[in-house]
């Protein structure tokens, strides 16, 4: 059963700092890699989707990195807004079509 | 060109109560899903269609849950008799087709309380 966790839980961050948010899996077989955006009480806005042939993605200040072998994916968001404070969710698809979630990592970004 | 929608937005209900939640996915996308958010399990899979493929249940946690799709479009989450441990998040998701590179997006959920 693919394991995924995303560390840290929490980051809070002074505006204009480079933010590093980290999601690891147990099964390097999948498909591709989503990066989700949870406002509270809201629900998931879809950030970068990696297919596993591709080592990363790019959406303006956001830079998703994949290494499949390693079972790791590093989200950069670059210069921190207090407007991107909202927990950040990871998650993979394998041959099953499902979404395994991390439990997110929640951002404060401080004014 | 709307997004995902969900309906209602808010639901209580008292336990041993029946309740529906409602998708609409995004016109043309062939693939649904729903999920499940609750405090302290995290996002986890329940039910997902494709087309007019049988759909894949092995998420659904009892059997008083129960899900289905008329027309291929609007999709209607069924749980019978609710208990407490129901309350959650019940959050409904649609892709292009069921390839496995497709994103999915969601819509903004159904926060249900059982008391």
């Known amino acids: 059963k693919q394991e995924v966790t995303q560390i840290p839980a929490a980051l809070s961050v002074p505006e204009g700092e480079n933010l590093v948010l980290n999601c690891s899996f147990t099964d390097s077989a999948i498909y591709n890699l989503q990066w989700f955006r949870q406002d509270p009480g809201k629900g998931l806005t879809s950030l970068l989707l990696i297919q596993s042939s591709q080592r990363e993605q790019t959406s303006g200040r956001l830079n998703a990195s994949l290494d499949k072998s390693s079972g790791r994916s590093t989200l950069y968001i670059a210069a921190s807004q207090p407007g991107d404070s909202a927990t950040y969710l990871c998650?993979?698809?394998?041959?099953?079509?499902?979404?395994?979630f991390g439990a997110g990592t929640t951002v404060t970004v401080r004014a | 060109g709307a997004g995902v929608s969900q309906s209602p937005s808010n639901k209580v209900t008292e336990k041993g109560k029946d309740v529906e939640l409602r998708c609409d996915p995004i016109?043309?996308?062939?693939?649904l899903y729903w999920y499940r958010q609750s405090l302290g399990q995290g996002l986890e899979f329940l039910i997902y269609?494709?087309?007019?493929?049988?759909?894949?249940k092995s998420g659904l946690p009892s059997d008083r849950f129960s899900a289905e799709r008329t027309g291929g479009s609007v999709s209607t989450l069924t749980i019978q008799r609710t208990q407490q441990e129901d309350s959650a998040v019940y959050l409904c998701?649609?892709?292009?087709?069921?390839?496995?590179?497709?994103?999915?997006?969601f819509g903004p959920g159904t926060r249900l309380t059982v008391l």
């Open positions: 269609f494709q087309g007019n493929s049988a759909p894949d």
């Open positions: 998650a993979v698809i394998g041959s099953d079509y499902k979404l395994s």
């Open positions: 998701a649609s892709s292009q087709t069921s390839g496995r590179d497709n994103e999915q997006f």
């Open positions: 016109s043309g996308h062939t693939a």
